[in-house]
């Protein structure tokens, strides 16, 4: 069965400090991968999506960018974190062409 | 732009209730519905609905889909207290090879016991 695996959990960071959040997937191959950031209350909002190795999309210019240097392995970072990036970060992935995402845990980040 | 309105924003319940959430959209390349159910962390998917008027089903939880009218419902019977959960209502879309998820704010559901 496939699972996904995001870490850290939460994390505590100062203004423009760097950020790597990892996120992996087990047991399938070739899947679209997402990056979300979910606001307090707030539905979830699309920040980076990704159908191959290397392939990239971003929806929302930011100071956020997203990497996938294997098949199964998403990176979201940042060089300068800025207090609006505080939220809940969560990867997701489908498979090729499907509409149905299956989550991982989320990391909650605070900027400070 | 994609958009997806969910309501009510919020609804407080007693147990053994029967709530309605309610969304609607507007999108191009509409492909499918989902629904999901998100407690503490990550969102778990709960019905996804691609055809107008066929009832998807399980347990206490139902949801159809209107697409003439751009709009679904989730009906939860006989509440419990385990239902307590944010309710996001998502669309997909095609956008070139990946299937695009645009999400609702969310509907805050507390039931009491």
């Known amino acids: 069965s496939q699972t996904i695996h995001q870490w850290p959990a939460t994390l505590v960071q100062p203004v423009g400090s760097p950020l790597s959040l990892e996120c992996t997937v087990e047991?399938?191959?070739?899947?679209?991968l997402y990056w979300y950031r979910q606001a307090a209350g707030r539905g979830l909002q699309l920040l980076f999506y990704?159908?191959?190795?290397?392939?990239i999309s971003s929806e929302v210019p930011q100071n956020l960018s997203a990497s996938r240097p294997q098949d199964r392995q998403f990176i979201l970072s940042s060089k300068k974190l800025l207090l609006s990036d505080s939220g809940f970060y969560l990867c997701?992935?489908?498979?090729?062409?499907?509409?149905?995402?299956?989550f991982g845990p989320g990391t909650r980040l605070t900027v400070l | 732009e994609d958009k997806v309105v969910q309501s009510p924003l919020s609804l407080v319940v007693h147990e053994g209730d029967t709530v309605t959430l309610n969304c609607s959209y507007e999108?191009?390349?509409?492909?499918?519905l989902l629904w999901y159910k998100q407690e503490k962390k990550a969102p778990t998917f709960l019905f996804m609905l691609?055809?107008?008027?066929i009832e998807k089903k399980s347990g206490r939880l139902s949801s159809i889909l209107d697409k003439k009218e751009l709009f679904s419902i989730l009906n939860i019977t006989a509440t419990q207290t385990g239902d307590s959960a944010v309710y996001l209502c998502?669309?997909?879309?095609?956008?070139?090879?990946?299937?695009?998820?645009?999400f609702g704010s969310g509907t805050q559901l507390t039931v009491l016991p």
């Open positions: 997701a992935w489908s498979g090729s062409g499907a509409s149905q995402q299956f």
């Open positions: 990704s159908v191959g190795i290397g392939q």
């Open positions: 998502a669309v997909g879309v095609l956008d070139g090879s990946a299937r695009q998820l645009t």
């Open positions: 999108v191009t390349n509409f492909r499918s």
């Open positions: 047991g399938t191959s070739n899947p679209n």
């Open positions: 691609t055809s107008s008027g």
